[in-house]
Structure formats: C-alpha cells, structure tokens
C-alpha cells in the first residue's frame, strides 16, 4: 500500500451545522420555497453530487431555478466554511501527522470546487494531503476521479476510505480496497476494512 484516499463529509468531519445555516439563509431569500432544511434533510444526500442533492431537497423547482439556487447556496456555503469550519472527528490531525509519515494522502469528495479548499482553509489541515480532486472541477464520478488522482500521482496501491455505499461504488470502479468509515453517515452493503474511528486507521495501517 503506498497512499489512503479520503472522502471528506462523514470520514473526516460533519460540516452540516455550517453548512445548514448558510442554506437555509438563501432559502428564507427565495420567494419560490417555504421550507427549512434539517441535518437530517442533509444525511439523506451524503456522498451525493449536488445536482442530485438538488433534486432531493428541491423538487418542486424546475432544473433552471435550482440550479441558480444551488449556486447561491453553494458560494455561501464555501464562504461559511472558511470563516466558521466544520465539526472534525475526534483525533483527526493526530491521524493525520501519523500516516502521512509513511503514506501519501488525499481527497477524492463528491462536492463542489471550493468545499475541499474551505476545509483546509479554515482547519489548516492542507499540509497533510499531496492531492484532491472533486466534481466540481472535472465533472466526473466519484470512480473516475479516485482514477484521476491515482493516474495523476502515480499511485499503485491506494485504499478508500468513506462511509456511503457510494464511496463504496467509487473505490471499485477504481479497483482499490474500500475502508468502511462505520461512524460516519452511511451504511454499506460490503467492505474490506471497518473502522469504528479514526484511530483505528493507525493500528489498521
């Protein structure tokens, strides 16, 4: 094994009480809904690409007014985050400074482009990872961008590490083993690694 790719939401933090402010402040501007989002209107769209998210959360909309305000939530999202942050899992940057001493990291996150850079920005964390890569900037799957990063980098023996069936769906697209974040958000119909926290990752490696 020479590199762990991370997923970001549920496996390294929870940034939806961030996040659920910022939403929910665009909405109360919008004159076409009359809702407030709950972190549980968020955990059922975990791992998902935004334009899904989209579709879960707003489906009285039509594809041009959600878009227009996914965007208004997404740049205020982005800029919450850098001011305020997320809620990091406990023991995450001694983690961190532990398996970077003998592996290459990264991030491969089904998000917008400016989320991954929210969190190193606000939490300082950036100096960990060599590389990261999202939809946001390339428009792929969650698959083809762990294949990016491992093209990209010169990877040979990378694991995953995420919480949702999706990042499981991710690491076998890529042909790499998937390490199930069992604290996180999701639930997976398989693995070939648990971990109940972080910590576990430096015994496991």
Known sequence: MDSIIFDLDGTLWDSRETVLIAWNKVIKESKELNIELTKE?????????????????FPSLNDEKRDHL??????????????HGGSLYPN????????????????VSNCQEGY??????????????VDYENPGRTGLTKGENIKLIMERNNLT???????TEGDLKGAEFAGIPFVYAK??????????????DLLDLVDLF
């Not at 996914?70 to 001011?83: P, R």
């Not at 995450?92 to 991030?107: D, G, P």
């Not at 023996?157 to 919480?163: E, I, K, M, R, T």
Request: glycine letters at 8%.
């Open 41 to 57: 209107d968020f955990k059922k769209t975990m791992g998902l690409q935004v334009k899904d998210i989209g579709k879960i959360l």
């Open 70 to 83: 996914l965007k208004s939530c997404c740049d205020l999202e982005c800029n919450f985050l850098e001011q």
């Open 92 to 107: 995450l940057e001694e983690v961190l400074k532990a398996l970077s001493q003998k592996y290459k990291l990264f991030i």
């Open 116 to 129: 991954i850079e929210s969190f190193f920005q606000y939490h300082q964390l950036g100096t960990f990872f």
């Open 157 to 163: 023996s990378p694991v995953y590490v995420g919480d």
């Open 183 to 196: 604290y996180g958000f999701g639930e997976v119909s398989h693995y070939d690694y648990c971990i109940e």
